[in-house]
């Protein structure tokens, strides 16, 4: 039996209200995706005769990648980069933000929510320009405040500063994600746990955590990708000093415009796309895998059964 058509529409005229949605899809995703991947199997070069008459290389420009220390390095930067900035930097910060404002109203909470939001939609030219002002080696506001005048944190502590950067940058989506999931923690679970003698620590790890599981991880999925392919901290550092702060998005970058290989450039955008959704299936991944504590479909103060058992000395 066919689906019933609750709009009404019809298939011409839903195919019609869908097809300019479609279109832009594939004027701007499907056919730049495809464009990569075939510019990534040849010598496309941005000047010289490769650029006239490229060749087709089949996979040799991947094969030159995996085998390049450029590569790896640059990798490895950014898989630093993602797990400083990211995973324990924006992940933690916007959750003790969440959780220390969870229970507050008024002016205070008002003030940091604002403060924090306002680091995230300030454009990153301007952002950039802001800690290039605060980190400078001479007149920099953050060595007047510590006194330590001269110090070039952008030149000795680049990777540190490009960190610290990115949390003051990106706290904001954390801590409004995390704040909407512990609104959603029924009150009566952590009433059960306080009642069961939990510390607020075990509430945390017992109760909360695990009812907020999903937006968790679905956190860290998307903060990731974003780091991951985070342009920004070329507009501070330029990917130095000596390629220090050279993530995949920078090295890509330098490689088509700077160096002009713009096949080869392509390669390593596709080999970055292939991290991506390795990074990407991870997390589906955890997110698929059921709550053992879920299955069994109890509700309320579910999560404060192993704080129960604990403090009853079960093992």
Do not use: C
């Amino acid at each position: 039996m066919a689906a019933a058509d609750a709009a009404g529409l019809g298939r011409r005229r839903a195919a019609a209200f869908v097809a300019p949605a479609l279109l832009l899809i594939a004027g701007f995703l499907v056919f730049p995706a495809l464009w990569t991947v075939w510019l990534g199997a040849t010598d496309y070069r941005l000047t010289g005769f490769a650029a006239a008459e490229p060749e087709f290389t089949g996979l040799d420009n991947v094969r030159h990648a995996l085998g390049e220390d450029s590569f790896t390095h640059s990798l490895g930067l950014t898989l630093q980069f993602v797990l400083g900035s990211a995973v324990l930097g924006q992940a933690v910060l916007g959750f003790a933000i969440a959780w220390l404002l969870r229970e507050r109203r008024g002016a205070l909470r008002r003030l940091v929510e604002a403060l924090v939001l306002l680091a995230w939609i300030l454009p990153g030219s301007v952002v950039a320009f802001l800690w290039i002002a605060l980190l400078d080696r001479n007149d920099g506001t953050l060595n007047a405040l510590l006194g330590t005048p001269g110090t070039a944190w952008l030149v000795e502590h680049p990777m540190a500063a490009i960190i610290v950067f990115n949390i003051w940058r990106g706290t904001a989506f954390s801590m409004m994600l995390y704040a909407a999931a512990l609104s959603t923690v029924p009150p009566t679970q952590l009433e059960t746990a306080r009642l069961a003698g939990a510390s607020r620590w075990q509430q945390l790890r017992d109760v909360v955590l695990p009812a907020i599981r999903g937006h968790v991880l679905t956190n860290l999925l998307l903060i990731s990708l974003w780091t991951f392919n985070d342009f920004t901290p070329f507009l501070l550092t330029g990917g130095g000093p000596a390629d220090e702060t050279e993530t995949m998005p920078v090295f890509i970058y330098k490689t088509a415009l700077f160096n002009g290989e713009l096949g080869y450039g392509a390669a390593l955008s596709v080999l970055m796309l292939l991290v991506n959704l390795v990074i990407a299936l991870v997390y589906v991944r955890l997110l698929r895998r059921r709550d053992p504590g879920a299955s069994s479909g109890n509700g309320t103060g579910a999560g404060a059964g192993p704080v129960a058992a604990e403090r009853a000395g079960a093992p």
